[in-house]
């Protein structure tokens, strides 16, 4: 069946970096757009970043120019880099894959920024 498994979230301070990882099996990532999306507590769930699958990408405004979405077909993982972390960041970030009609999700890990 299909899997994507966040890891790297944890505790930074502000200003600090993370490195999110999305690994998935059971599909080919390379054929599918990706996108990571975060929900803070009593917030909907928000895009942060998403990159289809001919290269092109999309940021949520809060996030240009901190964060970066990536993918490594060969290792069948899709990465987020965040960088100059701000406590409203603080969420759990999800995992997103879609192609045509299929759309899987990631359990989530958390992100908290702070002092």
């Known amino acids: 069946q299909v899997q994507l498994v966040e890891s790297g979230g944890g505790l930074v301070q502000p200003g600090g970096s993370l490195r999110l990882s999305c690994a998935a099996s059971?599909?080919?990532?390379?054929?599918?757009?990706m996108g990571w999306y975060r929900q803070a507590p009593g917030k909907h769930r928000e895009l942060v970043a998403t990159l289809t699958s001919g290269g092109g990408t999309n940021y949520a405004d809060s996030v240009k120019g901190r964060f970066t979405i990536s993918r490594d077909n060969a290792q069948n993982t899709v990465s987020l880099q965040m960088n100059s972390l701000k406590p409203e960041d603080t969420a759990v970030y999800y995992c997103k894959a879609t192609y045509y009609s299929s759309t899987y999700w990631g359990q989530g890990t958390q992100v908290t920024v702070s002092s």
């Open positions: 059971g599909i080919s990532i390379s054929i599918y757009n």
